[in-house]
């Protein structure tokens, strides 16, 4: 019997961790077209990223650039160069995630 309790105690402690790991992520997408680059920064729950820094960098992972969302959690840019990119969203409290755009993604939609 105790270690059933034991057991239940655990999957309960763990369900609430999930929860708190959920809470702490941010979603990056991002898209070229016609030679922009778009991206939206949002939080689970769908709320934008409203002033989150974006990070552009480039293979060699050289900083191209850098922005900030507006209140949509939007951003968007011109291709700063033909190669893959490594998009960095950094939000409040330690949020942060990235997205990679491959360089034949970048090159197709120029």
């Known amino acids: ?26 979603n990056l997408f991002a898209y070229v077209e016609a030679g922009k680059v778009y991206t939206e920064s949002y939080f689970p729950d769908g709320s934008p990223v409203k002033g989150g820094k974006v990070l552009v960098y480039d293979s060699r992972n050289e900083l191209l650039l850098e922005g900030v969302t507006d209140n949509g959690g939007l951003f968007s840019f011109d291709v700063p160069k033909v190669d893959d990119l490594t998009i960095v969203i950094e939000a409040t409290m330690g949020h942060r995630n990235s997205f990679k755009l491959k360089k034949s993604e970048v090159e197709t939609r120029k």
């Open 1 to 26: 019997m105790k270690t059933k309790s034991c057991f239940l105690m655990c999957i309960f402690v763990s369900l609430l961790l999930c929860g708190a790991v959920l809470a702490h992520k941010v």
